[in-house]
């Protein structure tokens, strides 16, 4: 993983086609690097989560390209190494769960972010059907080992719809049912990173069963 760090440092510095073109055979040496951990983490997700599918490892993996036809942020190429395993793939909008490597922002996470209008609503229903249920989930001592509270934005008022007394409104206020957790680059080039990702995502599955669940039976 150093070879991809060192990579993805230099590219912070010299986000320019030109040096990306330059140094393309380095670009997809670390890429083939992290293809093998998808691999690996492809088959270890499945043990626990069968919904994840046998797919390709590039599959999973976001393409380092970035859309700037909307942005100020002319830069062309993230940053960043990111990968996301679930049925469907990218734009299925079932949980998942979310590989991410950037030299100081190595995160590890899954679930559902910021969905359509629809999906959100029917992961808002299932929510509001099953408090205690998804209650239990977020108070699952594993699962509160890695994560405290949703990602992301929040509404300040219920969403509509949906009653303002509802006890458990926190739940529906947030625009992501999503988690995540920040962890030190350390944790990335050592020999534990495959450890630690499946262990990380072991407790993702928690939430991402509760939600796929939600999706089949209320979208």
């Known amino acids: 993983m150093k070879q991809v760090f060192d990579f993805l440092a230099a590219l912070e510095r010299n986000n320019n086609r ?21 691999g690996i983490l492809i088959g270890e997700i499945r043990k626990f989560d069968p919904e994840v599918p046998l797919m390709d490892p590039r599959e999973a993996l976001f393409r380092i390209y970035r859309d700037i036809r909307f942005s100020p942020d002319k830069r062309p190429y993230k940053t960043h190494f990111g990968s996301f395993f679930s049925k469907g793939g990218f734009k299925s909008y079932r949980a998942g769960y979310y590989f991410h490597v950037q030299p100081g922002e190595c995160y590890l996470g899954g679930g559902i972010w910021m969905p359509p209008r629809e999906v959100l609503k029917a992961l808002r229903l299932a929510v509001y059907d099953h408090p205690e249920e998804m209650r239990a989930i977020l108070g699952d001592p594993g699962f509160k080992r890695y994560f405290t509270d949703f990602d992301g934005e929040k509404l300040k008022k219920a969403p509509a719809g949906f009653p303002a007394d509802f006890p458990h409104m926190d739940l529906l206020r947030t625009k992501s049912y999503a988690v995540g957790i920040n962890l030190p680059d350390g944790e990335f080039l050592g020999d534990r990173l495959l450890e630690v990702s499946v262990e990380v995502f072991r407790e993702v599955a928690k939430l991402n069963r509760f939600l796929n669940e939600a999706l089949d039976q209320y979208l």
């Open 18 to 38: 030109e040096w990306f073109n330059d140094h393309r055979e380095e670009y997809e040496s670390a890429r083939d690097k992290i293809l093998v951990v998808n």
